[in-house]
């Protein structure tokens, strides 16, 4: 009697082992749609190679964690969940980091993100459209890094200025931000505007209030001038 019920616990752990074996490999659980959310700069095919990602291949053979490793490797990819939506779908919720302004580097423009995240290196400038970072030297930039500065404080400063700026909605409109060496902060407008900033303090409101101001200039065909902006009180517009 034993060895019959030993016999029929075989045979159903082999059936079960068959059906186990023929589910897996059938096509029914095979990855067919992947659904991308929060996604800006990358595309599909982007995100396949970064997270190693294989479509038709069985669902439930994929490891989330591993993908989602690979995908934070992607300078550009901030953070990342994924979920398994049976039978066959993968949801992949992104948030991105965002190209801000470019550092002229070594002959080369590194693109770098709100935090200061370096994100990619282009060698021509015909390919860069975000406003230069000039006056500062950075060393050691390396994509998927934060950029560095002995000062730190300073690095906090020029970085907040820039997130002000888009904040702002005038980050598109400025070709230049440029550091002397005293730490002097300039804005360069598109339109050919500078903008004295001194040591760069209240940029927030200040960049709120230069929205303002070159909306004005614009609408009276002003496309010249500086716009003093280093004391307190009102802002000095003053022609070349």
């Not at 186990?20 to 595309?43: P, S």
């Not at 902060?185 to 929205?211: F, H, P, S, W």
């Amino acid at each position: 009697m034993k060895k019959i019920h030993k016999i029929l616990l075989l045979l159903l752990v082999l059936i079960v082992s068959i059906f186990g074996y023929i589910f897996m490999k059938t096509d029914f659980l095979c990855l067919k749609e992947l659904e991308i959310i929060g996604q800006v700069k990358l595309n599909k095919e982007d995100i396949l190679n970064s997270g190693k990602i294989e479509m038709n291949k069985n669902i439930y053979m994929y490891n989330l964690k591993d993908i989602k490793n690979n995908l934070l490797k992607n300078p550009y990819i901030k953070d990342v969940n994924i979920k398994i939506k049976f039978p066959n779908k993968m949801i992949i919720d992104l948030a991105e980091r965002v190209d801000m302004c470019a550092i002229p580097y070594m002959g080369s423009y590194v693109l770098i993100s709100e935090e200061g995240t370096v994100l990619k290196v282009e060698e021509d400038i015909k390919n860069v459209d975000k406003a230069l970072l000039t006056g500062i030297n950075f060393k050691n930039l390396k994509v998927g890094e934060k950029i560095k500065l002995d000062d730190s404080d300073f690095l906090a400063k020029i970085l907040d200025l820039i997130n002000s700026c888009n904040n702002a909605n005038i980050l598109s409109n400025i070709s230049e931000i440029n550091v002397d060496k005293n730490k002097n902060i300039r804005l360069y407008t598109i339109q050919g505007i500078e903008v004295l900033l001194g040591k760069g303090e209240d940029v927030q409101y200040k960049m709120l209030a230069l929205n303002k101001i070159l909306i004005d200039l614009y609408t009276r065909n002003i496309s010249k001038g500086i716009v003093d902006m280093r004391y307190k009180g009102y802002p000095v517009y003053r022609p070349e």
